[in-house]
């Protein structure tokens, strides 16, 4: 018989995954070498605001930690996992065993940004990511920035809010002691292309929280110290400049601007993984 046509191969289908929002680290068996596909589901954001249609994505296994990301965001799925994949791959293992899943949503969830406009008192809030519970969750379809993910790992870490109380107390002095004898720059560690949380995000080098955005927030502060430290390792240099009374310029690392924070982090980092950490965007 003549053939007018090529044969087609057929390839198997293969059915899209359960995600299972609640599983143990590795609950959902992803491969470590492949994306595969995860089919629609409805997740609670807590607090009460309900829930969050995913419409379905491709999911890997990237050290140790199940990567989650919805079609149709802004960056394509498969850039967005590499992104991931390198940032988790520069964070010790102790801080990434608090971590089960990351969750890339394509796009904002009004009523959760709401809720926290509400509670942090900030006008217009959009919620570039959130953490706690052992998830981060990223909106808007990609990851931000690295430092963006430094952060909300923080939110993952178990401290208490006497101790970093205490720990706030005492570097108050500290900083204060350095602005009294030399002029303290921050050094950006990547560009913020939103002018607004750039500003937001900047070190204050003052008494009080590290960023406008962590004064007086001592959840956030946790956060946004875990971001100085990580990033000062990830980038190769230190979170800002200090210039004496002579012109001299020299670099000045966060352990020594914030030396009781540092601590705190260095040891809860080390030794505590079985606390839960805060919850926060």
Same mark, same amino acid.
């Given at each position: 018989m003549l053939l007018t046509t090529a044969p087609t191969s057929r390839q198997p289908v293969v059915d899209p995954i359960r995600w299972h929002t609640g599983a143990a680290r590795g609950g959902n068996h992803l491969p470590t070498d492949r994306a595969i596909e995860v089919a629609a589901f409805d997740r609670s +954001?807590? %607090?009460?605001?309900?829930?969050?249609?995913? $419409?379905?994505?491709? $999911?890997?296994?990237?050290?140790?930690? &199940?990567?989650?990301? &919805?079609?149709?965001?802004s960056v394509a799925p498969a850039l967005v996992l590499a992104k991931i994949g390198a940032q988790l791959a520069e964070l010790p293992s102790i801080i990434t065993e608090r971590i089960r899943q990351v969750i890339v949503y394509r796009g904002q969830d009004d009523g959760y940004d709401r809720f926290w406009e509400k509670r942090y008192g900030i006008p217009g809030f959009q919620a570039v990511a959130a953490g706690g519970g052992g998830q981060v969750t990223f909106f808007g379809g990609k990851p931000y920035t690295d430092g963006v993910l430094f952060h909300e790992l923080g939110h993952n870490l178990p401290v208490g809010t006497g101790e970093w109380q205490r720990a706030v107390a005492s570097d108050d002095r500290t900083? /204060?002691?350095?602005?009294?004898?030399?002029? +303290?720059?921050?050094? &950006?560690? #990547?560009?913020?292309?939103d002018p607004v949380r750039r500003e937001r995000w900047t070190p204050r080098l003052a008494p009080g929280g590290i960023t406008p955005?962590?004064?007086?927030?001592?959840? &956030?502060?946790?956060? #946004? /110290? +875990?971001?100085?430290?990580?990033? #000062?390792?990830?980038?190769?240099? *230190? %979170?800002?400049?200090?210039?004496? $009374?002579?012109?001299?310029?020299?670099?000045? *690392?966060?352990?020594d601007a914030y030396p009781a924070r540092t601590a705190l982090l260095e040891r809860i980092t080390k030794t505590d993984l079985d606390r839960d950490g805060t919850i926060g965007a």
């Open positions: +954001l807590g %607090f009460g605001m309900g829930k969050y249609h995913f $419409a379905g994505g491709v $999911a890997q296994a990237l050290s140790g930690v &199940e990567v989650l990301v &919805e079609r149709g965001g900083i /204060a002691a350095l602005a009294a004898t030399a002029t +303290l720059t921050p050094v &950006e560690f #990547e560009p913020v292309p955005y962590s004064d007086g927030r001592w959840g &956030e502060d946790i956060c #946004e /110290a +875990l971001r100085m430290l990580v990033s #000062e390792q990830h980038y190769g240099h *230190a %979170f800002a400049t200090r210039t004496d $009374a002579t012109g001299g310029v020299h670099q000045l *690392a966060f352990g």
